[in-house]
């Protein structure tokens, strides 16, 4: 139980392009879920916490126009990186918070997704 | 702002040792300890989590200990496998705080055969 399926696991695209990244939790109901943000051997950086029907809520210091969220079910985020640039070359992962399983305060955490941008 | 960090940023191990990964935390205001494991390339999988209330934890093969004292966590890895090697990350959360984690700045386990 508890799997959050992360969609792709790497992406290259050219400069000035945008890209989607879906999050989905498999077997359970998430309501908030959370992207991040990863350079090489370096920790989670938080970017936005998604709520599912609301707005997102954006980390200081991150664009909100730069990086869409918008978590339209239960079962699904999806973050935009608009108009990339080699700079949002990064590692970006997702969690979904269990809030119907019995470990409510679990957040469990997708694949990933390897973000190039030449 | 607060922050969350770990003493050793590499620890090696001999296989079939015991491993103790620690890590610092600096907000009196956390009540929530969870470690995560990351394998290269891949998302953090979940560990063992404790709350404030508590000082000890055990799960399989994984001990999580909780000083509030002195605002201390570790985790005992024993009986270290080859498939243990991965960076380990300690992240912690208050109750005001939306569920949301800060992240430590993560310890490479390496096992050695």
């Known amino acids: 139980g508890a799997v959050v399926s992360q969609h792709p696991s790497w992406v290259i695209c050219k400069s000035g392009t945008s890209v989607k990244i879906e999050c989905r939790s498999l077997d359970f109901q998430a309501t908030t879920m959370f992207w991040y943000r990863q350079f090489p051997k370096q920790s989670l950086m938080l970017m936005a916490t998604?709520?599912?029907?609301?707005?997102?809520?954006?980390e200081q210091g991150v664009e909100k126009d730069k990086f869409l969220i918008n978590h339209a079910s239960l079962t699904l985020s999806t973050l935009t990186v608009t108009s990339a640039h080699p700079e949002d070359s990064s590692f970006y992962i997702c969690?979904?918070?269990?809030?119907?399983?019995?470990?409510?305060?679990?957040?469990?955490f997708g694949a990933g997704t390897r973000l190039s941008v030449l | 702002g607060e922050s969350v960090g770990l003493h050793l940023p590499t620890l090696s191990v001999q296989e079939g040792d015991n491993s103790i990964i620690n890590c610092a935390y600096s907000n009196s205001a956390s009540d929530y300890f969870i470690w995560y494991k990351q394998e290269s390339g891949k998302g953090p999988q979940f560990i063992i989590d404790?709350?404030?209330?508590?000082d000890k934890r055990q799960g399989q093969r994984v001990t999580v200990l909780l000083n509030k004292t002195v605002k201390h966590l570790s985790l005992q890895i024993a009986a270290t496998q080859p498939g243990d090697s991965a960076v380990y990350f300690c992240a912690e959360s208050s109750s005001g705080g939306g569920n949301k984690l800060t992240f430590g700045t993560g310890t490479q386990l390496k096992v050695e055969l």
């Open positions: 969690s979904a918070l269990g809030a119907g399983l019995l470990a409510k305060n679990i957040q469990y």
């Open positions: 998604s709520n599912e029907g609301s707005k997102a809520t954006y």
């Open positions: 404790i709350r404030s209330n508590m």
